[in-house]
């Protein structure tokens, strides 16, 4: 089974800048894609960006140009690095997983809260 732990949340003035990252751990499992969604308050769950294991990255039109996600695949880590961050942009983010153990299998992380203030 694997399990995900996610860092890098906070308070941050409007402009500044977050990195996120997200580890993955277990036995014997090969990870394919992971991603970055975000939900704020009183909305649904949307992806942020999302890289595939061959590096193929894609994004949500409101955060291009200023998020770029990233892997380790020696660390089997994900990180998300969010610049110019604007009070829109504050919501949980969580990381998301897909790997393969037997079958094709998701798992979720915690997520971690980024604030943005104006």
């Known amino acids: 089974q694997v399990q995900l732990v996610e860092s890098g949340g906070g308070l941050v003035q409007a402009g500044g800048s977050l990195r996120l990252s997200c580890a993955a751990s277990?036995?014997?499992?090969?990870?394919?894609?992971m991603g970055w969604y975000r939900q704020a308050p009183g909305k649904q769950r949307d992806l942020v960006a999302g890289?595939?294991?061959?590096?193929?990255?894609n994004y949500a039109d409101s955060v291009k140009g200023r998020f770029t996600i990233s892997r380790d695949n020696a660390k089997n880590t994900v990180y998300l690095q969010m610049n110019s961050l604007q009070p829109e942009d504050t919501a949980v983010y969580y990381c998301?997983?897909?790997?393969?153990?037997?079958?094709?299998?998701?798992?979720w992380g915690q997520g971690t809260l980024v604030t943005v203030s104006s």
């Open positions: 277990g036995r014997s499992f090969s990870i394919n894609a």
């Open positions: 890289i595939t294991s061959g590096g193929s990255t």
């Open positions: 998301k997983v897909n790997y393969r153990f037997y079958r094709d299998r998701e798992v």
